[in-house]
Nanobody, 122 residues
Framework: QVQLVESGGGLVQAGGSLRLSCAAS????????MGWVRQAPGKEREFVVG????????YNVKFVKGRFTIARDNAKNTVYLQMNSLKPEDTAVYYC???????????????WGQGTQVTVSS
């Protein structure tokens, strides 16, 4: 059974930082691209950033490039999302997801975590 478990969310002031982690089990982690997707209240899920099996990185440049960094540790079956200079509009539930190929459409991802809440106060 595949499990993706996110951690590291919380409440932070604008301008602050958070580091999210996603621990994977039940799959061969190195064979999967990993993505971070977020969903704000009343909005659809949107792709944030993803990392391929070979560490290629794709950002949603619309709003996060330069502030968010993704990394993976295949030895620990974990993917990380470092978020800096957070803004109130970054408030959302953040999900990690796994897919065979790195894509930016959330609907394509095979496996999902339960999500972790990130709240940025102004």
């Amino acid at each position: 059974q595949v499990q993706l478990v996110e951690s590291g969310g919380g409440l932070v002031q604008a301008g602050g930082s958070l580091r999210l982690s996603c621990a994977a089990s039940g799959l061969t982690f190195s064979n999967y691209a990993m993505g971070w997707v977020r969903q704000a209240p009343g909005k659809e899920r949107e792709f944030v950033v993803g990392i391929s099996r070979t560490n290629g990185i794709t950002y949603n440049v619309k709003f996060v490039k330069g502030r968010f960094t993704i990394a993976r540790d295949n030895a620990k079956n974990t993917v990380y999302l470092q978020m800096n200079s957070l803004k109130p509009e970054d408030t959302a539930v953040y999900y990690c997801a796994a897919d065979r190929v790195l894509r930016t459409a959330p609907i394509t991802y095979d496996y999902w975590g339960q999500g972790t809440q990130v709240t940025v106060s102004s």
